[in-house]
């Protein structure tokens, strides 16, 4: 193991000492070598306790877009529901040594994935035995992974790629670092014994910086128009009503030539628009520059937790403290804020449930954050990492982040591309580090960003902000939010203000502050931790490592996949999860399923939810069918069937009920009160109860094969069906959801069901509850 040295020095209050030493690592004003600062700025919080600023001369490794195979062309709109689905070409990954103040290549290598991208990148690190308990190890990586890389974390296939060529992203081994303790004005050097920083002290006098000013040359950068962009979320609302989304995250570009270079830029941003997850990036002989004044971080572990701050829900600053205070209860009290946040932490559950011990992952904190023009709902969402995954498998699990993606992920991934039709670069990517051997990596989302290429004469910038669309959105409202968030940073880049004026968009201080009390059924909502099992479950994803698996769920491209996982295995259940919308074609689906059943052994089912209409799953709806004829067995005793959302829907098309567009539009991320008849699922459960809702679509009985068990209070929509004798059940509503409370009681009735022997005498003629 090598050692570090770690060495501490006493700085005035509120000095920013790392701008200063990089600055004076400089030779000139600008930069002609590679840069990368971590800089948090404004009030002090659990958030922006640290900045840092690590050494760049040891090892760099790029991520660059492959040839591509341009005889796939794709058809399919995933605003319609249809999506292609593709293993990646694999990914080139250029490992460089700095040899003279030059980068020199002595490795390359083409993983199939970002996990085996992090692999690869794990051998090259240094261990390294520090006592130090700053959330910083030298010997680790840090840099940048841009949002284009998710190709390399799912098999969704896009129709517009970055080209062959293009740097998507970079890593540089880091050996030492400066750390700024803000919470007691320390300054840490922290360092392998021998490097050159081991050596350096801090004056800090020694190179003092100022903050240019706001351009004055006229530029105004290229964007689309107000029309063009409420269009494209009026279409966005449009496939939410087919139920093939629940939200999506669309990216408004503002781009054009810069008046100045990309540094100047990120002072003024920091200056006026203060963040917890700053940083500047700068790749010399790439000519590529990323600024950002980030709110939002992706992912942080320390040890065995992992930790995440989704970020969604949005109201501008007010003009003095009555009309901000106002503007917090009127976002608190949105249902459509409401929907897009709580859909954000079922979405950032599941991603986390992957990498974690079961019945860990929690919703662990909400709050809302005021930055300078904006201010937004943040939760935090928290588990134990397992003990089989590494810090790189957590960040994969996670990336690209949910609340600048959409749900369900992997389909809203394919329709933001279909849309914003470019690929987005640094743009919604992270800036982050990552020590594997210590367990310690944070990173951020890049929003509030900047990012610039050098031309021959000039600098060329692109900004992109959005906003989660569901539902209700107005799309006029939704196009000014963008152009809120935005505003900082085109300003900071070309002195243009998207449109405000100081007074349409007030800047006040940042703040933290609690969530207001609220009444009704959203009362019920909020942080909790789960109630572990004695002895949890396992989960099993796929159909290798053969071993009986109590509970199989069968997962259809769904966000949520996991969180009923989670539920089920914190009973004490062993899960395992079955894909069904796989990649490859099966060719006889009730011959997959049989095999299933006898090498898995089932003690019940769960057909899971996903986006669009069950006939897009034919392995769900041979299930349904096979539950309804009494052939769903396994050593002639009926397997117990529950179908959640799609599940349940496929169940009433198997029966040959009618599948409609709700009339009463969708409903998604809002919890509704169930009314129920208080028998099956529903014994000795509280009525009515409030649930969460993820739907567009709802059935319509059609004969008395099916009993309806539950309903909507205020519309009288159907929301549960069960079969009259066999133990097959359907619910529109998600149980395991943040948004249903007691919801997993109703999770436990359908575990708690057993096999129902099989006879024709017993189908065709008993009809009692199972």
């Known amino acids: 193991m090598t050692q570090v040295l770690h060495r501490i020095f006493e700085i005035d209050k509120d000095q920013s000492p790392l701008l200063s030493i990089l600055l004076s690592n400089r030779k000139t004003l600008l930069p002609l070598m590679d840069e990368l600062l971590f800089h948090s700025s404004g009030p002090i919080t659990d958030l922006s306790e640290y900045s840092f600023l690590p050494a760049l001369d040891s090892l760099r490794i790029l991520f660059f877009e492959?040839?591509?195979?341009?005889?796939?062309?794709?058809?399919?709109?995933?605003?319609?529901?249809?999506?292609?689905?593709?293993?990646?070409?694999?990914?080139?990954?250029?490992?460089?040594?700095?040899?003279?103040?030059?980068?020199?290549?002595?490795?390359?290598?083409?993983?199939?994935?970002?996990?085996?991208?992090?692999?690869?990148?794990?051998?090259?690190?240094?261990?390294?035995?520090?006592?130090?308990k700053l959330p910083i190890i030298p010997g680790g990586f840090a840099g940048l992974l841009g949002y284009d890389l998710s190709r390399w974390t799912n098999s969704i296939f896009l129709k517009h790629m970055p080209k062959s060529g293009s740097?998507?992203?970079?890593?540089?081994?880091?050996?030492?670092?400066?750390?700024?303790?803000?919470?007691?004005?320390?300054?840490?050097?922290?360092?392998?014994?021998?490097?050159?920083?081991?050596?350096?002290?801090?004056?800090?006098?020694?190179?003092?910086?100022?903050?240019?000013?706001?351009?004055?040359?006229?530029?105004?950068?290229d964007s689309e128009s107000d029309a063009d962009h409420a269009r494209k979320i009026s279409q966005i609302k449009e496939a939410i009503v087919k139920g093939n989304l629940y939200q999506l995250n669309y990216g408004r570009t503002w781009k054009g030539e810069m008046p100045d270079h990309p540094w100047n830029s990120y002072l003024r941003m920091i200056k006026n628009n203060p963040s917890p997850?700053?940083?500047?990036l700068y790749v010399h002989d790439h000519g590529w520059a990323v600024s950002s004044t980030s709110p939002e971080r992706l992912i942080k572990t320390?040890?065995?937790?992992?930790?995440?701050?989704?970020?969604?829900?949005?109201?501008?600053?007010?003009?003095d403290e009555k009309a901000d205070l106002d503007l917090k209860y009127e976002l608190i009290s949105s249902p459509k804020e409401l929907a897009e946040h709580l859909m954000l932490v079922d979405l950032e559950r599941n991603d986390l449930t992957r990498i974690c011990v079961p019945g860990t992952v929690h919703w662990e904190s909400w709050r809302i954050e005021a930055l300078s023009t904006v201010q937004h709902l943040v939760s935090g969402v928290e588990g134990e990492l397992a003990p089989e995954m590494t810090v790189g498998d957590a960040f994969v699990s996670l990336f690209p982040g949910g609340s600048i993606t959409g749900c369900p992920k992997l389909v809203t991934i394919a329709a933001i591309n279909e849309l914003e039709k470019h690929p987005r670069s640094a743009w919604t990517g992270s800036i982050g580090h990552i020590n594997f051997n210590n367990k310690i990596s944070e990173w951020n989302i890049l929003i509030r960003t900047l990012e610039a290429h050098s031309g021959p004469n000039s600098w060329y910038g692109t900004v992109q902000a959005g906003g989660g669309i569901v539902n209700d959105s107005i799309p006029s409202e939704e196009?000014?939010?963008?152009?809120?968030?935005?505003?900082?940073?085109?300003?900071?880049?070309?002195?243009?203000?998207?449109?405000?004026?100081?007074?349409?968009?007030?800047?006040?201080?940042?703040?933290?502050?609690?969530?207001?009390?609220?009444?009704?059924p959203l009362s019920k909502l909020g942080p909790k931790k789960n109630h572990l099992s004695k002895k949890n479950g396992k989960i099993i994803r796929g159909e290798e490592n053969i071993e009986t698996s109590q509970v199989i769920i069968i997962d259809n491209l769904d966000s949520f996949t996991e969180n009923i996982a989670n539920s089920v295995a914190n009973m004490g259940k062993n899960v395992r999860i079955l894909q069904g919308r796989p990649i490859a074609k099966i060719n006889n689906i009730d011959e997959t399923i049989k095999k299933w059943i006898k090498l898995y052994k089932p003690s019940h089912i769960i057909i899971g939810p996903g986006p669009s209409e069950p006939n897009k799953s034919q392995i769900s709806m041979r299930l349904a069918r096979m539950a309804l004829e009494g052939k769903l067995n396994n050593n002639n005793q009926h397997i117990p069937l529950l179908g959640l959302c799609l599940g349940h829907q496929a169940i009433g098309l198997a029966a040959g009920w009618e599948l409609i567009e709700s009339p009463f539009g969708a409903i998604h991320g809002k919890p509704s009160e169930i009314f129920h008849d208080g028998k099956g699922l529903y014994r000795n459960l509280p009525n009515p109860m409030t649930l969460m809702?993820?739907?567009?679509?709802?059935?319509?009985?059609?004969?008395?094969?099916?009993?309806?068990?539950?309903?909507?209070?205020?519309?009288?929509?159907?929301?549960?069906?069960?079969?009259?004798?066999?133990?097959?059940?359907?619910?529109?509503?998600?149980p395991e959801s943040v948004g249903s409370p007691m919801g997993n009681k109703i999770l436990i009735n359908f575990i708690n069901k057993k096999p129902v022997n099989i006879s024709r005498i017993y189908i065709q003629n008993q009809i009692k509850e199972p």
């Open 66 to 132: 492959p040839e591509q195979d341009n005889h796939h062309q794709i058809q399919d709109s995933a605003l319609d529901g249809n999506i292609s689905l593709r293993k990646s070409i694999p990914l080139q990954m250029i490992i460089q040594e700095l040899i003279n103040d030059q980068w020199s290549t002595i490795k390359e290598y083409h993983p199939r994935d970002l996990s085996e991208a992090m692999e690869i990148m794990e051998t090259y690190e240094i261990k390294c035995n520090s006592e130090t």
């Open 167 to 221: 740097l998507l992203g970079v890593m540089w081994r880091t050996e030492a670092w400066w750390v700024h303790e803000r919470t007691k004005n320390q300054l840490h050097s922290v360092s392998l014994e021998n490097h050159p920083w081991s050596k350096m002290t801090f004056n800090d006098k020694a190179y003092e910086y100022h903050y240019p000013l706001i351009p004055t040359k006229n530029i105004v950068p």
């Open 277 to 280: 997850f700053g940083a500047w």
């Open 302 to 319: 320390e040890g065995k937790i992992v930790n995440t701050r989704p970020i969604k829900g949005t109201r501008s600053r007010g003009l």
């Open 479 to 520: 196009v000014e939010e963008s152009r809120w968030k935005a505003a900082a940073i085109t300003e900071a880049t070309w002195g243009f203000r998207t449109g405000f004026s100081g007074t349409d968009l007030p800047e006040r201080k940042m703040t933290i502050s609690p969530i207001p009390k609220i009444s009704g």
């Open 693 to 734: 809702r993820y739907n567009s679509l709802v059935l319509i009985s059609k004969n008395n094969s099916l009993l309806e068990t539950s309903w909507e209070n205020s519309n009288n929509l159907l929301m549960g069906i069960r079969h009259p004798s066999l133990p097959v059940f359907g619910i529109q509503f998600h």
